[in-house]
């Protein structure tokens, strides 16, 4: 019910809100079939709970984003912003009496500076369609998440999302310098800066990257660019006889003070998949693959690249090779990047997202394939090993219940495990829907608190996507 | 007044204050005598405000730290955190009816860990001592603040001070990854993670980094170190014919996109009174010096010092010699780290910290040597200049008002044509008192909504350092 000042409440209409919607947005890009309504219910998330939206809006603007928030604010509709939805825990999933905001159709890059290296664009933009864009004028946006073909540089931002080079390079959060932000009244604000250093005022920047658009909604970014040249990659890749072998290996890379620019894992279950599917000849007697680059230049870059591969070949790694060539660096990495798509060819994919300190990643890899053995599922693993951020895939069979109770219960197990190895329960997908029991226990009770207080602060009437990113204390 | 709840207001008896705050704190760590209120009531800032304290307490721990802050919050007395006082904008001077709350006894770093590159240290422990610390481990903390010697980690997260090898490495809020602190009710909260990655709730860590003690007390931090080994430091250095060649130096080692680990300029006035001081033999007929590092390895690095020379040379410069021996690149930076206390012996320096786009920065300084001509004020220069953070430093005559008077209206020209150039009135010191008006110019009417809203949550009473970091709206 909205209530109106000093007034008496009014039952809340949908008709009447959809005819106050259509004077802020034109026809075209105001979708309320139930196709539509459909589509936009949810992310890729597997399991996460999600209700058709009342609307779906595909805004071109901040001021247009702006209207939607104040009309929906009028009448107590909640607003579900998303970029191309490709998230995986259901931080974009619409809730009732919701209506789902796209910024897709904001895909402008507003204005590259190659002198200053710095980029402002839109929040629609396509992760890959920016690193382009940069790269004609010698620049390198290095946040690349797996989703990087589809995902935005919005969403990037309201998940922090991560990939497989921000082992050296860091995380979307490293790179976001300012940022419009449309707020829950429907004001517009300009949040941080332009320059290489700012100390005015609270870090509001930092506060919205990860909020998964609790606090505000994203519509352009201001991203820190680094310059193209001057790296020179390397691939390492080895194939080792246990999990644990190849986890002790990514610690003997962490203890020897080695910052690789990717170090990635795929176990058997994945190489098998991806091998069936693509034909790659992948070895499938290998327990797990370590697929690793650096990308110091000249020698350094050789010598480093061979301390790795002793190291790999130290824990039990065989058929260790390197490789100088871009083209050969890269198919070593295909596999990686073809692991996802081939395992959801075998059934619904739940997928995990701990993180733990780098030296555990051989005792959290046991302790997932122990969950694996004891609730009877198919546990695949691919990883961010170097970063110690590991994405057991728990792969259900399709309309079988019990099996899903099984999955479910792993997921569980395998995040108290995490926690109990000094872990967080989400390194790059964010806390979303599924992650919310895990974040109430990784944060505590007075955390908690404060996340209310600020989501108060800035969200008073919990209009902004409630519910998501940090759980009721 | 402390209201007592449902009660009559109750006048404030400092003596039932102290009298509360000795059962909290052995008398040793007590201070109330005036000479201790004396020292403690101000940071290093010239011609910020401050009164002298209620009292000053050494804490020893973050327990302590608690029960003093409640004990001060039931006597509605504000705290004022600081570690050793070295702030350059006011942001540790004590206020009304205040304590100030000194970190510098909590001194102890609690652990190092080597295979992961993170250490857990008290706030207190002094920016070198770390530094020395985790060297032994073979591990680098890289933020460098001038003031290294004697500030405190604790200090340098609440400021998010910079340094010289933040051009290429960073600020300190880049490597907190976690956090203990105390809250203005005196409860306890612990913040952030000890893995490299992670996206669990808001990002309180980085809203707690530069908030100058105004929305929680850090009492413990977690912070992410880097590899000793694999750099190889070169120097470059050149002299200019005027500021601004020096700055078109600058931004042309931008544009070529080169990452410099230290890019620093001093200015005629400082390297006459460095020379003066320390017989250095410094050049005195240059108007500007550039002092830059490169750390890349092996013949990269060699290739890139070349490259840096050369836009030296063709941006103007002369005598532009590169030095690979590090005793001899220590020499070269001796200049630079002597310049502020050579100032300071001439009289009252005002420290600017503006930060421009850095292709701005041979404008920015030709605009703040306009503002020296028209306001007739002596104006040295020190400056990140790979960062475009600029420390015009305003050099006034000891008690003389209008000397004092035009030193301030030269520091509010700077922060306009700052502005006016897309920069931020505050790189790397923190806005304090000092620069409070240029926060408000800069941040505008809504952010700063956000900023009271922020503040509200977190600390309703504003007994944390009221006042500071953020100017009303």
């Known amino acids: 019910m909205t209530t109106i000042a000093g007034g008496l409440p009014q039952l809340f209409t949908e008709d009447v809100f959809l005819r106050d919607l259509r004077h ?27 209700v058709p939206p009342l609307a779906v809006v595909l805004a071109t603007s901040t001021e247009e984003v702006a209207a939607v928030v104040r009309v929906a604010g009028e009448h107590d509709v909640r607003i579900v912003a998303r970029g191309a939805g490709t998230g995986l825990s259901g931080g974009a999933n619409a809730v009732d009496r919701s209506i789902v905001l796209s910024l897709e159709a904001m895909r402008t890059v507003l204005r ?7 980029v402002d664009c839109e929040a629609g933009v396509v992760n890959d369609d920016l690193r382009a864009a940069v790269a004609v004028e010698g620049l390198w946006y290095p946040p690349d998440p797996a989703s990087s073909q589809w995902s935005t540089i919005g969403g990037n931002a309201a998940t922090n999302a991560g990939g497989i080079c921000c082992v050296k390079y860091g995380v979307t959060g490293d790179y976001v310098l300012g940022m419009t932000v449309v707020l829950a009244d429907g004001s517009i604000a300009r949040l941080g800066r332009r320059t290489a250093k700012g100390t005015v005022g609270y870090d509001l920047t930092a506060l919205m990257v990860g909020s998964e658009g609790t606090l505000g909604i994203i519509t352009e970014l201001t991203l820190k660019l680094l310059p193209l040249a001057g790296r020179e990659e390397r691939g390492v890749i080895g194939v080792f006889p246990s999990l644990r072998a190849a986890g002790e290996a990514v610690a003997a890379v962490s203890r020897a003070g080695i910052l690789p620019a990717a170090l990635e894992l795929i176990d058997r279950t994945c190489l098998r998949a991806v091998d069936e599917w693509q034909g790659l000849g992948l070895p499938h007697d290998a327990e797990a693959m370590l ?9 350094a870059g050789a010598a480093l690249a061979e301390r790795m591969a002793t190291l790999f070949r130290e824990a039990g790694g065989t058929d260790v090779r390197t490789a100088e060539d871009p083209d050969a660096v890269d198919v070593l990495f295909r596999a990686r990047r073809l692991a996802y798509p081939a395992l ?26 122990a969950a694996a053995a004891e609730h009877d599922v198919v546990i695949a693993n691919i990883a961010h090993a170097g970063d110690g951020n590991l994405h057991p895939l728990i792969i259900a069979t399709p309309d079988d219940p019990a099996a899903e109770a099984r999955a479910q219960e792993a997921f569980a197990r395998i995040i108290d495990d995490c926690l109990a190895l000094g872990g967080t329960v989400a390194g790059e997908h964010g806390v979303g829907l599924l992650k919310l029991h895990g974040a109430h226990d990784e944060l505590g009770p007075r955390v908690l608190e404060m996340h209310e207080s600020i989501k108060s602060a800035l969200d008073p009437r919990r209009l902004l996507n409630p519910g998501k990113a940090f759980p009721k204390h």
Do not use: N, S
């Open 24 to 50: 802020a947005v034109p026809a075209g890009r105001l979708l309320t079939d139930a196709d539509a309504l459909g589509r936009y219910a949810h992310d890729d998330a597997a399991w996460a709970p999600f």
């Open 344 to 369: 959801e060819r075998l059934g619904p994919v739940l997928t995990e997202d701990v993180c733990v300190p780098r030296t555990q990643v051989p005792e959290m890899l046991t302790r997932i394939q």
């Open 112 to 118: 590259i500076d190659a002198d200053e290296r710095v």
């Open 291 to 299: 697929l690793a680059k650096v990308d110091q230049v000249g020698e």
